[in-house]
């Protein structure tokens, strides 16, 4: 059984622990793509018009001889109104509220997925591949104290990562945060940020969830929440991924 290094708050090697059976699965990105986007489908909110939206007004057609395109005029006005093709008609093909998003997946393809992207998070080539930027020492997969967990500041979390070899993956992400282009600007999502590192945690009662939160790109997560769209975002397999001491033996039991 192959073993990792697990590195102390300081960020030296305090001990090596065996790696669970479960990171030598077999690497699947087709199956972790389907069930990436069967969990963004089923997520989806169902959308519309009203269903009279673009029909609510008193209408008709002059005729022929009247010298004006035959189109729904609005009585009193003389404005063309309601058919598709007029400026302030209703939209021709608009999406339909009662459409069903939802993919189905098998319980099997959902497991393996899961496993199958955890198990990349354990492999260097796969990491680096995925974008991510670490010191060439890092062990993978990269395993810590519990005492990370005790961490209260965002400034104690970040010089944590940088001495464990993960600093240059927070400037990743931290200079690549971008305008978005499109209407999301205007709905409050204005910024996008690059995914950076994954922190996994045996339970969510632990301070480094708040003291975390705010480094760009950071996502902190207990070990009963993962899933193939945390563990891979995207269908991309390969994060970023720390794992506590006590989360990792729970792996273990996967």
Known sequence: MTQTN?????????QKVDVPEVFSTPYRPDIIKKAVLAAAANGRQPYG???????????????????????????????????????????????????????KINQKERAIARKSALAAT???????????????????????????????????????????GLGYD??????GRKIRAGRGTMRNRKYRTPVSVLIVVAEREVPIFKSASNLPGVQIEAVGNLSAAILAPGGDAGRLTVYTESAFAKIGEW
Request: hydrophobic share 35%; glycine share 8%; proline share 5%.
């Open 6 to 14: 697990v590195y102390s708050i300081n960020g030296d090697v305090s």
């Open 49 to 103: 018009p009203a269903k009279k939206a673009g029909m609510r007004h008193a209408v008709s057609t002059r005729g022929k001889g009247t010298g004006s395109a035959r189109n729904q005029r609005v009585h009193g006005l003389g404005k063309a109104s309601e058919s598709p093709n007029n400026v302030s008609g209703r939209r021709a093909h608009p999406p339909r509220p009662e459409r069903i998003w939802d993919m």
């Open 122 to 164: 354990g492999c260097a080539d796969c990491v680096k591949a995925r974008g991510h930027q670490f010191d060439d020492n890092v062990s993978f997969p990269v395993v810590v104290s519990d005492a990370a967990q005790d961490l209260t500041t965002t400034a104690e979390v970040s010089a944590f990562l940088e001495k464990i």
């Open 170 to 175: 927070l400037d990743r992400a931290k200079d």
